[in-house]
């Protein structure tokens, strides 16, 4: 599986953005897709995710409220769209699949991904 995000830029605090994970590959269909997001020196984290059949998703407390995820089942894609962005909302953001069925507890860990899009820069500007 190939992804591809895209979608990152600058903005000011306050504003909106949409980001956009395309999938692609011998085997594009995934069981969860996520978005994590990695900031300067600091680890990578758990944004969001949605679970492929039946839409369920799932929020890390820090954007609940503002970050909404969605699919597009046609197109394939994934895409977090982003409310009222923070400082602290800066990072660079990645969009991850997971293939194989496991707990829901598992979503939020990167080590349950198998696989990753390159990223795409969010900052956020005070």
């Known amino acids: 599986v190939q992804l591809q995000a895209s979608g990152g830029g600058l903005v000011q605090a306050g504003d909106s953005l949409r980001l956009s994970c395309a999938a692609s590959?011998?085997?594009?269909?995934?069981?969860?897709r996520g978005w994590f997001r990695q900031a300067p020196g600091k680890k990578r984290e758990f944004v969001a995710a949605?679970?492929?059949?039946?839409?369920?998703?799932y929020y890390a407390d820090s954007v609940k409220g503002r970050f909404t995820i969605s699919r597009d089942n046609a197109k394939n894609t994934v895409d977090l769209q982003m409310s009222s962005l923070k400082f602290e909302d800066t990072a660079v953001y990645y969009c991850?699949?997971?293939?194989?069925?496991?707990?829901?507890?598992?979503?939020?860990?990167?080590?349950?991904?198998?696989?990753w899009g390159q990223g795409t820069l969010v900052t956020v500007s005070s």
């Open positions: 949605i679970r492929w059949s039946g839409g369920y998703t």
């Open positions: 991850a699949a997971l293939t194989s069925l496991t707990d829901s507890r598992n979503y939020y860990y990167t080590r349950s991904y198998d696989f």
């Open positions: 590959g011998r085997s594009s269909s995934s069981y969860v």
